[in-house]
């Protein structure tokens, strides 16, 4: 059959290549190939050869306990990343993989999870709800919540430590000769978190009295508010999944006006609408307040980053609540 000098066959590195078209597909395959190997080398997926325990946590800040006091003994990867919202994630199919795969499933419990709930008490044994030996008498009652709870202890640094506890037991548990190192590891990190809740007091104490009130888009700072010595307002409740009415913006924007609050926060991986809505209240009524910054509220930064990890995650939201709540509201010109 004739063949035009067009389409004859060429050879590229050992490939044979008809068309453009075959020499872009070559291309796209080789880079999915590399993309996807790359991704699963640094992803804390099982691997045949590597006999550590796996272990899969539900949220980014329970990882971060499991690094401090695994170390290197354990192997882990969160199902959720930077930015995603606990109380509204729907598990993959890559999830229940991960799970299914795992020694054993850490979550953070007190319904904090939403819609996985149902999945992770299925897993009996082989899951654990790191909220579990935190006293009851030392957790904000939430009566209107789909829990008895709130579940956003992660913003107390002391009542964390509790948390650091739990997962040195389950560890332990799992691969008893590494006791010596969890417990050695738990109590260095239980150190730091201290002296991260005393950082915490004393940096909160040095806003003015009448200004130490943070507004949020849902309220998930309550035990942050306790623990340092800061009234907290949330527009929408305990969950994102709870929506926010007229009369709700219409309170806040008085609230902010009245107390004379020179700002109001966002949060990362929460709709703005809500907060964008009290802000354009409060400046229809002819003041001005800013938006004091973007807080973590329900995950940690990106990998990498001062913000992806719990402290660097906790000191940012600490100094972006003083620096911002610092000067008076004033009236718009």
């Given at each position: ?31 999915l190939f ?250 229809d009524r ?17 990998p990498g ?29």
């Open positions: 059959m004739y063949r035009s000098e067009k389409t004859s066959p060429k050879t590229y590195s050992g490939f044979l290549m008809t068309t453009k078209s075959d020499a872009l597909l070559l291309f796209v395959s080789l880079f590399i993309s996807l190997f790359l991704y699963g080398c640094g992803n804390g997926e099982p691997e045949s050869n590597d006999d550590r325990p796996f272990v899969v946590t539900t949220t980014n800040l329970i990882r971060d306990v499991v690094e401090n006091v695994g170390g290197e003994d354990v192997r882990f990867v969160s199902l959720m990343g930077p930015g995603v919202d606990p109380h509204v994630y729907r598990a993959t199919p890559r999830d229940f993989r991960r799970m299914e795969q795992s020694d054993l499933v850490l979550y953070n419990g007190l319904y904090l999870e939403g819609r996985l709930s149902e999945i992770l008490d299925r897993l009996g044994d082989q899951s654990r709800a790191v909220t579990g030996s935190i006293p009851r008498e030392k957790l904000i009652d939430a009566t209107d919540f789909g829990g008895a709870y709130d579940p956003h202890v992660w913003f107390d640094a002391e009542l964390w430590t509790y948390v650091v506890m739990d997962v040195r037991d389950a560890l332990t548990r799992l691969l008893p000769e590494g006791e010596e190192d969890f417990f050695r590891r738990a109590e260095e990190y239980k150190k730091e978190l201290m002296e991260l809740h005393e950082y915490a007091k004393q940096r909160i104490q040095s806003i003015p009295e009448e200004r130490r009130i943070m507004i949020t888009a849902h309220d998930a700072f309550q035990y942050f508010g306790r623990a340092y010595g800061i009234e907290v307002r949330g527009l929408q409740g305990l969950s994102t999944a709870t929506e926010f009415g007229i009369q709700d913006v219409t309170r806040m924007v008085s609230l902010i006006i009245e107390r004379n609050i020179p700002a109001i926060f966002i949060e990362t991986g929460v709709s703005t609408r809500a907060i964008e809505s009290v802000l354009t209240g409060v400046r002819g003041y001005q307040v800013q938006l004091g910054g973007s807080l973590f509220s329900d995950s940690m930064g990106a980053t001062p913000e992806g990890t719990y402290a660097g995650m906790f000191r940012h939201n600490v100094e972006t609540i003083v620096q911002a709540l610092s000067e008076e509201l004033q009236p718009s010109l």
